[in-house]
Structures are given as C-alpha cells and as structure tokens.
C-alpha cells in the first residue's frame, strides 16, 4: 500500500466513523456543556509521579508544571477578568492586545496540559494509533524520523511538535509551530512535544537531541491512542 492508498484508508475511515457517531447523536440528548467562567481556570496536576521518569528529573518535570504552565494559566484567568471589562468604547488595540494575549495563554495551557498527560509511559508504541502511523507513513520509524526532525528545527528556540489529525484532509499531520499561537486549524492533538528551551534546559542545557530521546523513551502511547480513538468517534 502507497501513501496514497493509506491516506486514502484512514480518510474513509474517519469520515465512516465520524458520519455514524452524527448519527448516533442526533438520536441522543448530549450532555450540557459547563463553561468555565472568566478567570476560573486551574492547573491540572501532573498525571504521574515526577521522581519516576527515566532521563527527566524531578526538579526539570515539577519546575516546568508549577512555573511555566501554572504560569500560562494564571496570565490567562487574568486576561480573561480584563476582557470581561471591555466595552464597546473600548479602544480597538486594546481588545486586540487582549485578543493576542488570550489565544497565546490558552493555547499554553492546553498544549502543557497534553504534553504532561502524554508523558509517564515506557515508550512502546501500542494501539491503533501506533498502526494508523505506520500505514500511513509507510512504517514506525518514518514518521517518528520526521518527528525528531521537525523537533531537532526548534531545538535552541521555542516552539510545540504536535502530531495532529487534520479534518481537512482527513490524515494525520506531523505539525511544527516555533510560538504558541499558530496552529493546525480544528487539528486534533494526538501526540505534543513541548520544544521551549524550559522543557530541557535545567537537565540538557542546549542539548535538546538528548530531551527529545527522553520524551520519546517516556511517551505514553496509551494515553495517545485514547486520543486517535476519540478523535476517529
């Protein structure tokens, strides 16, 4: 099977599946959804225990929870009470200050968030989501080989790796991004690699190619393969 041929698969499977689920929906109520009010967001705590990870230490793991992601949580509640204020006097470069401001700290937040969770595993690739990549790749070391390269490209800089699942193509994208802003529009995160230098400096320095081996040697492909099956319903 070609790339093509495997885009191809994965794409009339997402649509099969997605198709059945509207279905399925429309026959059932879903649950109302609980918005969080304005400045009401709070740090989710690290899905694993810190000490226990092999080639990322305690003090790497715990700074980078409590100060960097706990941090982009708080400047985002405090962003958002400002926003709540805005009127429509407001002046135009103030609310888009504002808007900039929001879309960064929401973004990482929720990139932090998933990057932690898909941590704390032993870096085996298992599930379906394990499988769809080498078909569509052509094999397992093909698209981490792109993953590492895009990753090694950040490296001494900022940015997310994020192996998402395009709706607009209906396959699976390997994504760069050097800020927290840009994006895959309505792409599914699968898989997030957090390139800023405060995920490896403490323990790396400015060796990122080590950090990124020890993310991978500690990639929890349960947790990754949760989410290919969610985002595929």
Do not use: C
């Amino acid at each position: 099977m070609n790339r093509r041929q495997a885009i191809g698969s994965i794409a009339s499977a997402v649509a099969v599946t997605a198709a059945a689920t509207r279905i399925s929906n429309a026959k059932t109520d879903k649950p109302a959804l609980t918005p969080v009010a304005p400045g009401g967001h709070k740090p989710v705590p690290l899905p694993f225990n810190a000490a226990k990870l092999q080639g990322l230490s305690e003090k790497l793991l715990t700074s980078h929870h409590d100060n960097n992601y706990a941090g982009a949580i708080k400047n985002l509640n405090a962003v958002e009470l400002e926003l709540d204020k805005v009127t429509k006097d407001t002046p135009g470069f103030q609310v888009a200050a504002l808007r900039e401001r929001e879309l960064t700290y929401a973004n990482s937040a929720y990139l932090h968030e998933r990057y932690f969770e898909n941590l704390g595993g032993d870096g085996k690739p298992a599930g379906d989501i394990a499988k769809a990549l080498s078909t569509q790749f052509g094999s397992a070391g093909r698209w981490e080989e792109l993953a590492r390269a895009t990753a090694m490209s950040l490296g001494g800089g900022s940015g997310w790796v994020v192996i998402a699942l395009s709706p607009l193509t209906s396959d699976i994208r390997v994504v760069g991004t050097g800020g927290h802003a840009p994006a895959l529009a309505a792409g599914t995160p699968l898989l997030v690699l957090d390139m800023f230098e405060h995920a490896y400096a403490l323990d790396f320095g400015a060796a990122h190619a080590k950090y990124i081996d020890a993310f991978f040697a500690n990639l929890n492909w349960g947790v990754v393969d949760k989410r290919w099956q969610a985002a595929r319903r």
